[in-house]
């Protein structure tokens, strides 16, 4: 993976965590190892959006990057949020904490009018935005509708092995089982050599493929055009299918967002949709998660 | 004359409400009754209920008939075309055929700049029509529909010439192509939308001035999430007639308290995100979370005039939790504590509400039937058709259960082994086209065939379906004779040549079906030989016939070519564009051509036709506009059509059969039964959510009563629970089946939990939720404990007896290796062994055991085919093709021929990619040749040898070919030569030496080395030199052939710690008296190295505690070693070449 860009480490607030703080505007990074407990400091955290600033659910955003704690997390603010509800209502904290203590330290209408939006919250929560980067560029997809190119109703696959051994031999086959009169198309490459090529492409579908094929020849003339060649036929081989692979949703999300005709409408009409995102693990997240997440959240708030 | 609205929490009450009214028979008997309901479920119910209901109050003998159960909205779509000033927008908007019109539109207007959106998304990069015109018709067209019924004031200012969102304001620049496609596809369409007719359209309706086709009472049941268009249309006729709605609302208390606040707020509909709904009223958390449908329906019924006084719940005095839980949402009543609840439900005595804690999907199939079990033989007056079971995942689900449920599976009149558990059978209700009816399936595969790369998988795969086999009219057996002959003859993927080009792999022929088919069935004609090319004409490989056809039955050979001939002739229907009207009889001939049903289900034709009918609509035939547009569809775009096949589809005849019910939670939605199962309450299957479309205008301007799909399953949520009389019981899946990580459950079973641990506490709620094992065999579903059913596990959960034996299997203790195993049981020395057999029994002794003695063989491990094009040749491959060539030039072919049927026959990688292999084969097969030659290889010279050689008690017969002028027997092979090659000429040359003892018989081997690069030359001298008097030799050859047959008797009775590769390592490093060599050597062999021999399926089987070299060494080994290989090793000489 490419290093993080470094212009990730910015915003007002670099600098040690307060809780107790009011959240401010901006990106926040919060800085953590792995047991600190992010995941409850993200709970917290929207526990507070929702309680006190009066952010519906469905406009905080929480992207991790595994199914798994994607679940574990939907129900660790759930629980946040039913605890806070609790806490409000006159039940005591089993175990309080600083970010509890800044919503109960509120004036009793602020309490009040907290408690209800919890109460709004947890009546929908299943509005609750918190994905995988995957899962959010699913969402994005359809959020976009005709504005993306890629039907939202395409399904997401990991690369098949089977489909890339079958690529693979089509495209040996076809370069160098006869070539034509007086064509020069070097050694054949080896059956394994190609599926290494064919795994590299297709992991990183956003990566240049370089040397341009006019400034080479030879062995690395073939595979640049077995790279390309891979590349558009794995693509076409998966969308026959009706399936995609996991970063194509997110490489078609980005490249809208770019796009000169739709990308300022779509940007306006995503960052309209989501006040907040909370990213979990952004030392995991690479150029092109990090390239989407920044374009939808480019004046709203974002805390990492 | 007028709207009536019932208004009730429980539906027997609305039932009795309902039997009241027909109970007053219309003036005219024979005009049926109308009673409008949702789903066909409900319908099923209501038919019971009514029949039973009018026998209860004498006003019948408990039938129903005569009755209509239209749905709503078919209802409103009859009146509408009965009604002339509206009937006109109805056919020519509210048909299939829009999407035609969508199509056109899209298509005769993309270069507008309005349209440069779509047209970015229809197009391609370079500027060509790409796949997805026909869904974004279809979805633009679902768009419109909702529009012109959920904001018609919208539709009109559109059909006006505004531009304006669902809020009046000019639409957005990205959207700005919605109203103006709009417009152009009224202009097709030439007549007015409904939303413009509506406003005064009714009237007629309103006067009575229309002579509509329904009774003067109209009962509209169980209305959920009403649309208020179709209220208007409803409210139009109650201005001539009595128009019954049958409203269940879970709580009265909370309709009046809403009606109350309402009351005070004007009757519009206000957006959804102001909370018009008043949740707060909602003092029940249950009410305040799963009810917004039922709170949204009060709103909108109300703006449209239509109040009511609910019914009060008559509820007994509750006993159970479920009862309480029941009741306080009946009552809006916030949960509270109740302390003898909180015992009852810790202790296990109340089992109405469980929750069972699963890992995985098919474990919760297993687990709710155990749980209806429980209750079923708990309670006597519990039949199985008091219970129901709902999922969200009928797909998942219904074929797990029909596994979880052995006697499901069966039809009904076949009667039943049970199999060990009780009988409880099930109905599975709602289950989709694709999934009842294989010639569906088939229709889907049939497109899927017509552009793909038809790969060999793919006939492998369709020739075991029975609807092809009833088509071709051949059986399992012919389906694998069909299948070894793709193997056989190489067959990868492609039509023909050209077919390969399309998918980059240029202009091959090698490994597609039509060279494939020519070599078969040239096969069948031509007798197998090394070198035989037909019809090769200059330039042209030629076929090479395939082997093993000849002489065979031909029918496999003939099946596989009609098979292929006809799905060419499939694709050749499909492949091109087409009118959309025209898909439907191309696919159903594509079928026709390659499936049939069984005779008993000729119903599946009709259901497929129908069914392509309904998707490729004919244009529209009446209306104002005959002859509509038939827009060509490509055969992607077809086949996206066809997806929605797989959703399920409900038929009434599967509802209450007296069967366990098992549905969607939509079919039976709020009708009562005693015992409710939610199975698969999982974190990722339920509540739905909504995807967010981008392009639903509405999406941002939500109001009252729009359709929502969590809402609505959360809604469903609280009818089911609501529905159940004795028994709730919720299964999910909160454990990963690999991880055993705790997984959540539903948001709205959590919910559930939260409410129901208010109410009995947190010993409460684990006193009534059971965590399952993760095996259905696992102990702890078989004892009596936490999981047990009734009073704190009285009674064990599980009840197949099957998964009991193997509990009990699992937890009986085995004899471990220490003990001594019961010896295996006698074997009768048969009187003779066929040399071939003792071969390879010392071969491999142990797998040879296996195969004589326990009766089953070991298969090699065998690489599935994967279709693929190979590029290079694998060792395998590799050392057939030299084995080929060795015996074709000992038949005394020439080499060029040779090589020149190995280029024909698809067995290399195809071209040039093939020729490096060739080349390399060629050379290693020539040397070895030469070799062999050198040293008087004569193939024409050697003579069969056959007899029998008699030992003491046992005889050995067999036949060995051998060079009778030079003395020898004599091998050349592309294997290397260890110990394996050694044995084999070992015992053959005392064989032949005891049968022929007058020649000093030699044994000679040509082949590879045992490692390394190089060949050798291996030579097992005679029994004795040429000097040596016969009978000499012949006592010495009997007396070695008497050792291995002993050593064959042997290791037929019992596993013989004999491996011939290790055993050979060993006793030749032996030979030079390093014991530590000798043992390093063993371990490399048979414990560490490359081939690792005690790795083996057999040796792991039968000598799976000697893995270890010093075991072995323990067990025997060295004296067996001894026996066998010494004299062996005595008499071999070997010279690299």
């Given at each position: 993976m490419t290093a993080p860009p470094a212009a990730r480490i910015s915003g007002p607030s670099f600098s040690e965590f307060d809780p107790a703080a009011s959240l401010g505007r901006g990106r926040t990074v919060i800085e953590a190892s792995a047991g600190t407990g992010k995941t409850f400091t993200i709970s917290a955290l929207v526990a507070r959006l929702v309680a006190l600033e009066g952010v519906p659910l469905d406009e905080i955003l929480v992207v991790t990057f595994t199914n798994a704690a994607t679940a574990e997390l939907r129900d660790r603010v759930r629980r946040r949020l039913v605890a806070t509800h609790a806490a409000l209502t006159g039940v005591p904290p089993p175990d309080p904490d600083e970010h509890l203590a800044v919503i109960l330290a509120a004036d009793p209408a602020t309490k009040q009018q907290a408690a209800a939006r919890l109460h709004g919250a947890l009546s929908t929560f299943d509005r609750a935005q918190i994905f995988t980067i995957h899962g959010f560029a699913a969402r994005l997809l359809g959020h976009l509708g005709l504005r993306a190119r890629l039907s939202p109703d395409l399904e997401p696959a990991e690369i098949d092995e089977l489909l890339l051994a079958q690529t693979a031999g089509d495209l040996i086959v076809g370069r160098y089982a006869h070539p034509a009169a007086g064509g020069r198309v070097g050694e054949p490459m080896k059956a394994h050599q190609v599926i290494a090529i064919g795994r590299a492409v297709s992991a990183t579908p956003d990566a240049e493929i370089v040397p341009a094929p006019a400034a080479v020849d030879g062995e690395a003339l073939a595979r640049v055009e077995l790279a390309h060649a891979l590349r558009t036929e794995m693509a076409r081989r998966m969308r026959r299918a009706g399936l995609v692979s996991f970063d194509d949703g997110l490489m078609e999300v980005s490249a809208t967002l770019a796009d000169p005709a739709v990308g300022a409408a779509a940007r306006t009409m995503l960052a309209r949709r989501y006040t907040v995102a909370l990213v979990d693990e952004s030392q995991d997240t690479d150029p092109i998660q990090w390239q989407v997440i920044r374009a939808v959240f480019d004046e709203s708030r974002l805390v990492v | 004359m007028a709207v009536i609205t019932h208004v009730a929490p429980h539906p027997e009450a609305l039932v009795l409400l309902l039997c009241d009214q027909l109970a007053q028979p219309p003036e005219d008997p024979f005009t049926p009754e109308v009673v409008a309901v949702p789903t066909r479920g409900i319908e099923r119910w209501l038919t019971q209920r009514i029949a039973s209901g009018m026998a209860e109050r004498g006003a019948g003998d408990g039938i129903c008939a005569n009755v209509r159960f239209p749905s709503p909205s078919r209802l409103v779509r009859d009146v509408l075309r009965a009604t002339p000033s509206l009937a006109g927008a109805v056919s020519a908007w509210e048909n299939p055929g829009l999407t035609g019109h969508v199509v056109a539109a899209l298509d005769g207007n993309l270069d507008e700049p309005w349209m440069a959106l779509v047209r970015r998304y229809l197009e391609t990069d370079d500027g060509t029509p790409g796949p997805n015109r026909f869904a974004a018709a279809t979805k633009i067209t679902r768009l419109y529909t909702g529009y012109a019924r959920r904001r018609p004031a919208m539709v009109r200012a559109w059909a006006a010439g505004a531009d304006v969102g669902p809020g009046g304001d000019p639409v957005g620049d990205a959207d700005i192509w919605q109203p103006r496609l709009w417009r152009l596809v009224r202009d097709a369409i030439c007549h007015p939308s409904l939303p413009e007719t509506l406003p005064d359209g009714l009237d007629p309706i309103r006067d009575g001035a229309v002579d509509i086709d329904l009774p003067g009472r109209l009962n509209v049941y169980g209305l959920t999430a009403a649309d208020p268009f179709e209220l208007d249309v409803l409210a139009a006729l109650g201005a001539q007639r009595d128009v019954h709605l049958y409203v269940l609302h879970p709580s009265p208390a909370l309709w009046d308290a809403t009606a109350t606040a309402a009351?005070?707020?004007?009757a519009t509909l206000a957006t959804r995100a102001a909370g018009a709904t008043h949740p707060m009223l909602a003092a029940h958390p249950m009410l305040a979370s799963w009810a917004q449908e039922s709170r949204e329906l009060q709103q909108v019924l109300a703006a449209s005039g239509f109040t009511a006084t609910p019914i009060a719940a008559a509820d007994p005095e509750p006993a159970t939790l479920l009862a309480h839980l029941q009741h306080d949402i009946h009552d809006n009543r916030p949960p509270a504590f109740d302390p003898s609840l909180a015992e009852r439900a810790g202790s296990g005595a109340d089992t109405t509400l469980q929750i069972h804690v699963c890992h995985g999907a098919r474990r919760q199939a297993e687990v709710m039937r155990d749980a209806v079990l429980h209750v079923l033989a708990a309670d006597p007056t519990l039949e199985p058709r008091d219970v129901v079971i709902m999922t969200p995942d009928l797909a998942t689900f219904a074929p797990l259960l029909e596994a979880a449920f052995p006697?499901?599976?069966?039809?009904?009149?076949?009667?039943?082994?049970l199999d060990g558990l009780p009988d409880l059978r099930l109905r599975i209700a709602d289950r989709s086209p694709a999934a009842i009816n294989p010639l569906v399936r088939f229709a889907a595969t049939v497109l899927d065939l017509a552009d793909s790369r038809l790969e060999a998988g793919v006939v492998r795969e369709l020739v075991t379906r029975p609807v092809v086999q009833q088509r071709f009219g051949f059986d399992l057996d012919a389906a694998g004779a069909i299948t070894r002959v793709i193997d056989d003859a190489h067959i990868s993927w492609g039509f023909d040549a050209a077919d390969r080009v399309v998918w980059g792999a240029g202009d091959v022929v090698d490994r597609t079906w039509s060279r494939g088919l020519d070599r078969a069935l040239a096969g069948v004609f031509y007798a197998d030989s090394p070198v035989r090319v037909v019809a090769a004409a200059a330039g042209a490989a030629g076929t090479v016939p395939l082997h093993g056809v000849e002489g065979q039955d031909a029918t496999p050979v003939g099946l596989l070519a009609a098979i292929v001939d006809r799905i060419a002739a499939a694709r050749r229907l499909l492949a091109t564009p087409m009118a959309t009207s025209q898909w439907s009889g191309a696919i159903a001939a594509a079928v026709r051509l390659l499936a049939a049903p069984a005779w008993a289900d000729e119903w599946q034709l009709g259901q497929l036709e129908r069914l392509l009918a309904e998707t490729f609509p004919a244009p529209e035939t009446g209306g104002p506009d005959p002859g509509g547009p038939d827009p060509v569809l490509t055969l992607p775009e077809a086949r996206g059509a066809v997806a929605g096949w797989t959703t399920p589809r409900p038929s009434p005849l599967h509802f209450r059969t007296g069967d366990v019910t098992v549905c969607t939670l939509v079919p039976m939605r709020s009708v009562p039964y005693r015992v409710v199962g939610l199975l698969g309450m999982d974190d990722d299957r339920f509540p739905r959510t909504s995807r967010g479309d981008g392009d639903d205008l509405l999406a941002d301007h939500e109001i009252v009563g729009d359709h929502d799909r969590s809402a609505e399953d959360r809604q469903l949520l609280l009818d089911a629970l609501l529905a159940a009389g004795d028994h709730l019981i919720v299964t999910y899946a909160g454990r990963d089946q690999l991880t055993n990580a705790p997984l959540p459950p539903a948001v709205p079973i959590a919910e559930l939990a939260d409410t129901i641990t208010t109410m009995v506490g947190a010993a409460g709620l684990t006193g009534l939720t059971s965590t399952h094992p993760l095996?259905?065999?696992?102990?702890e579903n078989f004892t009596t404990g936490n999981n047990g059913a009734g009073p704190k596990g009285r009674l064990p959960f599980g009840f197949d007896p099957r998964q009991l034996a193997g509990a009990r299997a699992v937890t009986e203790r085995r004899p471990d290796a220490t003990e001594t195993a019961a010896p295996w049981p006698g074997w009768a020395v048969p009187d003779v062994v066929a040399l071939d057999d003792l071969i390879r029994f010392l071969q491999h002794p142990v797998q040879r055991f296996m195969q004589a003695r326990m009766g089953f063989t070991v298969p090699e491990r065998k690489d599935l085919p994967d279709d693929t094009l190979p590029a290079d040749l694998n060792s395998l491959d590799e050392w057939a093709l030299k084995e080929r060539l060795l015996s074709g030039l000992a038949d005394g072919h020439p080499l060029d021929d040779l090589v020149a049927r190995e280029r024909a026959s698809d067995g290399l990688p195809p071209g040039r990619l093939g020729d490096d292999d060739l080349d390399k084969a060629v050379a290693a097969a020539s040397a070895l040749w030469d070799e062999a030659v050198a040293r008087g290889y004569d193939r024409q010279a050697m003579a069969p040898y056959r007899g029998t050689v008699e030992l003491a008690g046992i005889a050995v017969g067999g036949a060995v070919r051998a060079d009778p002028g030079a003395g020898h027997l004599f091998r050349v092979t592309a294997s290397r030569i260890k110990g394996k090659q050694r044995l084999r000429v070992y015992a053959e040359l005392a064989f032949l030496t005891a049968l022929h003892p007058d020649v000093a018989w030699q044994a000679v081997v040509v082949g590879r080395r045992p490692e390394g690069e190089g060949h050798l030359a291996m030579k097992v001298l005679p029994f004795g030199p040429a000097a040596t008097p016969a009978a000499e030799r012949r006592a010495k050859a009997v007396d070695r052939l008497a050792e291995l047959v002993a050593l064959y008797v042997e290791g037929h009775r019992a596993p013989l710690p004999l491996p011939c590769e290790s055993a050979f390592a060993w006793q030749r490093a032996l030979a030079f008296k390093d014991r530590d060599k000798a043992v390093w050597a063993l371990r490399d062999s048979w414990e560490t190295g490359r081939f690792t021999e005690s790795r083996d399926a057999a040796h792991r089987a039968l000598l799976g505690d000697l893995a270890r070299a010093d075991d072995l060494l323990a067990s025997g080994f060295e004296k067996y070693c001894a026996r066998l290989w010494l004299p062996v090793l005595a008499q071999t000489t070997e010279k690299p070449l």
């Open positions: - | 009351a005070a707020t004007p006697v499901a599976a069966r039809d009904e009149d076949g009667a039943a082994e095996q259905s065999f696992s102990a």
